[in-house]
């Protein structure tokens, strides 16, 4: 057992339900321990050209690939991209949706991220594409850009983020006057589903390190608010889109791939990992979550 892990399993009954507080040396380790395997594993989970670990949004007849573009053509909207424009991904992943978003409206970008892994495999994403976007491993709470950027966005990412008004203000500096910093993300729909003691809930939260700040969206909304950011964008994504995300794709290519990916990692990781998806889809179906894209505008 890894020393991840055996921190991960010391983790104490009653520090497994959501809101925890780290410091910044121990939520880089937690945020990290879902990401830290072979890139390969996500790639073949996700599936599609950009390997967005998301919510992808489908049209009649649509695949992976198109339906993961629809969704970042939403974020491109949002952020009212033009060619030039500097923008900023938070939490990066493998580089997909920074890539496509540079490349399709001739953006300058940067991604950051807490997990090692990815950053070689963004960074030649984004060489064989041709574009123009680096790639960094760095908390968000540590970043410190050269250049202010005309926007920020993050996918499915804020629910990590204990501190989230502290995240906000951090955008807020990071921005030029009017830029927009927009995010998706799962909020819960009520305030009692904000207890995730259950064995469903722990095991969820788990894999990722116990992490979890699902928020309500009223919440979200005051956060960015009071940090200074003008309301002033939302589109409400179906849960149907999510379940099919997860029931038509990943959990199919789980199955298709399942030997490749238990030697890319271990069979109990692929079991946990199994557990956990199916775990999402019965939160879907008890309406635990709806799921939107928020823009908000920094003050001229």
């Known amino acids: 057992m890894s020393a991840v892990e055996k921190l991960i399993q010391a983790t104490p ?31 073949i989970v996700t599936g599609g050209q950009w390997n967005t670990y998301s919510c992808s949004i489908f049209g009649a007849n649509e695949n992976m690939t198109q339906a993961q573009e629809r969704k970042l053509d939403e974020f491109a909207r949002m952020m009212k991209l033009k060619p030039g424009m500097r923008i900023l991904d938070v939490g990066c992943g493998w580089g997909g949706p920074l890539t496509y978003l540079c490349k399709k409206y001739s953006c300058i970008g940067e991604g950051i991220t807490v997990t090692h892994a990815q950053i070689p495999y963004a960074q030649n994403r984004a060489f064989n594409y041709e574009v123009n976007a680096r790639f960094h491993l760095s908390h968000w709470e540590t970043f410190k850009p050269k250049e202010r950027f005309d926007a920020i966005f993050t996918d499915e990412v804020v629910v990590h983020f204990q501190d989230l008004q502290g995240f906000f203000k951090r955008c807020h500096s990071w921005l030029k006057p009017g830029g927009r910093v927009v995010n998706k993300e799962l909020h819960l729909t009520e305030k009692k589903f904000a207890d995730w003691s259950d064995p469903l809930g722990v095991h969820v939260n788990k894999v990722y390190g116990f992490t979890g700040n699902y928020r309500l969206l009223e919440d979200e909304v005051a956060c960015a608010k009071s940090a200074g950011f003008e309301f002033v964008d939302r589109l409400d994504i179906d849960m149907k889109h999510y379940t099919h995300t997860v029931q038509k794709y990943w959990l199919r290519n789980l199955k298709l791939n399942r030997e490749r990916l238990i030697k890319l990692t271990s069979e109990k990781h692929f079991n946990d990992f199994h557990k956990y998806l199916r775990c999402t889809l019965v939160s879907f179906r008890k309406n635990v979550f709806n799921q939107h894209i928020l823009a908000f505008k920094k003050y001229s």
């Open 13 to 43: 009954t009653k520090r497994r339900n959501l809101y925890q507080k780290y410091d910044i040396e121990e939520e880089i380790v937690r945020l990290a321990y879902h990401y830290n395997v072979p890139c390969e594993f996500f790639l």
